[in-house]
């Protein structure tokens, strides 16, 4: 079954908001400090509106199966980040992160110098995936973090 890659619509919100907290609770990290607390979660179409920032949803037989984003980190300039990558458990092991992953390099390297990557040590799959694309270890977040739960910081220069 083919699989679509589209920016998101306000139609898909909350969609995607509940795949995110779904994904996080299932993992045990619905908790203050990550996404699942994020005040805009179910507004992400709005969110995503600047040249600089992009979200993108997997739509599979019509129906949201899953999303990620490119968004400016703490309002730099140089500096972009991977936002809200998450995709529904039943379609996980497809390789549909990897339609994720390279949409949103190609546009990062469109607007950054750099991506950043927040995540979780315990996110084996996730940070496997991020690993395969250059991602390197930081042993802090970068100055403004909103996710303070966060435990695993990633960075990647763009050519």
Request: some cysteine.
């Amino acid at each position: 079954m083919t699989v679509i890659i589209r920016p998101i619509t306000k139609e898909d919100d909350q969609r995607v908001g509940e795949i995110v907290q779904e994904s996080l609770k299932e993992a045990g990290l619905d908790m203050k400090g990550t996404a699942y607390y994020d005040p805009y979660l179910f507004q992400l179409s709005e969110i995503y509106q600047p040249a600089n920032a992009k979200y993108w949803v997997l739509e599979k037989a019509g129906r949201v199966i899953g999303g990620g984003g490119i968004g400016p980190f703490n309002h730099s300039a140089k500096t972009g980040e991977l936002q809200k990558l998450y995709i529904e458990a039943s379609e996980q092991g497809n390789g549909y992160a990897h339609l994720l992953m390279e949409k949103g390099i190609q546009f990062a390297e469109q607007h950054y110098e750099e991506l950043y990557i927040e995540t979780f040590a315990s996110l084996d799959k996730a940070n496997y995936l991020y690993k395969r694309y250059g991602f390197e270890s930081l042993q802090q977040p970068l100055e403004g973090t909103e996710h303070s739960a966060c435990d695993t910081w990633l960075l990647k220069k763009t050519p």
